[in-house]
């Protein structure tokens, strides 16, 4: 079972950018699907973008596509998640999970491997 830790957090001004990473340790992460979600204070845990175990397919939330792009290199275990044009409402904890599949899944409850969150602040 691989474990996560996610950096590149903090916080920017509406319009700015960031990018967030996703650490893996394990030689299999090649072999799992990643998510990022994020979590806003009063709201549910949801799923922002998520990518197949070799990057040929991603999926979007409709409230970020064209903004956020998800890739991933298996070489260094890593996950991202760039983010432009960043709005308040994006502020959230940010977290990415793994799920030990080829499936392209969403769902919280198909991902076992969870890091432990990185704060997004987007100022207006």
């Known amino acids: 079972q691989v474990q996560l830790v996610e950096s590149g957090g903090g916080l920017v001004q509406a319009g700015g950018s960031l990018r967030l990473s996703c650490a893996a340790s394990g030689r299999t992460f090649s072999t799992y699907t990643v998510g990022w979600f994020r979590q806003a204070p009063g709201k549910e845990r949801e799923v922002v973008a998520a990518?197949?175990?070799?990057?040929?397919?991603?999926y979007y939330a409709n409230s970020v596509k064209g903004r956020f792009t998800i890739s991933r290199d298996n070489t260094k275990n890593t996950v991202y998640l760039q983010m432009n044009s960043l709005k308040p409402e994006d502020t959230a904890i940010y977290y990415c999970a793994a799920a030990l599949t080829r499936a392209l899944v969403l769902a919280r409850s198909a991902y076992d491997t969870w890091g432990q969150g990185t704060q997004v602040t987007v100022s207006s």
């Open positions: 990518i197949s175990q070799s990057g040929g397919f991603t």
